[in-house]
């Protein structure tokens, strides 16, 4: 039976889904994920950080608080440019998407035409926007909506029980409230949370109980797994089990069955083993690169080889440009579409008409 989206879960029966024998459990969230995805197939985004450090915030697991000493050396605003040519760089090398994050409380106002400037360019290159930039207000979600944002990312990071042993300095509801707003606007929410902080089972499944009951459901779900940096108060965390992390990500497929749930931070540390397990209970996104922000991440190359060894393929954007935009996305494309094809192990082989049409319906 197809996998219904729901938005009335129960921690107790999350739970439940928790407590199932691990292959029980694998297997409910494969047939969950070929319901709604191509088996082999991952989205590929590249996350860059385009204003590092000095963050006001005091989360107990970012390297990037004012509050912690942790040896990063605080960074401005990069010039836009800058951000391009970086765009230009994850494009070639396979991204479908770039992300844009800035560690801020919230964007100020003085900063606004130069993030919109990123956003309008980005996307004429071809690729989807994304940007995480702390909190919004209503006039700021619908000025990123209008310059063509995509996706804004802003997690909840775990149970709003546990959330206060974490953050002190924005609260659960501020986060739900920026969800809104970017909702609001029209664009897509990327939102999920962290495992390794210190919380509960009840937590883990308190955090996907609120993912999964927001209407609709957020598109991209990133599973973070708690990146230990010295001089944060979370550095001496015990480590996740690896059995525990894609136990998480099967859960998050079947409540979330029409999302793309994403191995995020914590990814340099899965072999390929567990990388493939968490692909098998449905993980269908990662970043792409050799960092995410500031922390270390697995660099392209060794991505693909292991994408080859399984037979993954990188998902392809299949692009719906506004009609200002058209003709130059288009120009832009066909310019580069030898050279993007050739990045891919086996995208040189052509894809059905029936396979095209069945991914235009999951778009």
């Known amino acids: 039976m197809e996998a219904l989206v729901r938005h009335d879960w129960r921690v107790a029966e999350v739970n439940a889904l928790f407590a199932l024998p691990f292959n029980d459990l694998l297997f409910r969230a494969q047939q969950v994920h070929r319901q709604h995805f191509d088996a082999n197939q991952v989205q590929v985004s590249t996350l860059l950080s385009i204003k590092t450090g000095a963050c006001p915030e005091d989360c107990k697991y970012c390297p990037q608080s004012a509050r912690y000493k942790t040896g990063l050396e605080a960074e401005r605003l990069m010039e836009v440019e800058q951000v391009l040519e970086r765009a230009r760089e994850a494009k070639a090398a396979g991204s479908s998407r770039f992300c844009m994050g800035a560690a801020w409380r919230n964007p100020h106002d003085r900063d606004m035409p130069y993030l919109l400037r990123m956003v309008q360019e980005v996307k004429a290159m071809g690729m989807e926007t994304c940007m995480t930039l702390g909190m919004l207000t209503a006039d700021q979600a619908l000025r990123l909506a209008d310059a063509g944002l995509d996706y804004y990312n802003h997690n909840l990071d775990t149970s709003p029980e546990f959330y206060g042993e974490i953050i002190s300095t924005r609260t659960y509801q501020d986060r739900l409230d920026t969800l809104q707003n970017v ?52 550095a001496q965390q015990d480590e996740v089990d690896p059995f525990d992390f894609i136990r998480i990500i099967a859960v998050a497929r079947i409540m979330m069955p ?52 399984l037979g993954i393929l990188p998902e392809q954007r299949v692009q719906k440009p506004d009609l200002m935009q058209e003709q130059a996305l288009h120009e832009v494309m066909q310019a580069k579409r030898d050279d993007a094809e050739a990045l891919f192990y086996d995208a040189t082989k052509p894809r059905s008409k029936q396979s095209q049409l069945g991914s235009l319906r999951r778009d």
């Open 183 to 234: 909702r609001d606007a029209g664009m897509k929410i990327c939102s999920g949370g962290i495992v390794g902080l210190g919380e509960s089972a009840n937590d883990r499944a308190g955090l996907l109980v609120q993912l999964a009951n927001l209407s609709p459901q957020p598109e991209s779900v990133p599973i973070n797994m708690l990146v230990k940096v010295q001089g944060t108060p979370l």
């Open 258 to 309: 029409t999302s793309h749930v994403r191995l995020s931070a914590g990814r340099e540390k899965m072999n390929d083993q567990m990388q493939a397990l968490c692909f098998l209970a449905g993980a269908n996104s990662i970043f792409y690169g050799c960092k995410l922000l500031t922390t270390a991440n697995p660099d392209e190359n060794s991505d693909m080889q292991l994408f080859k060894r």
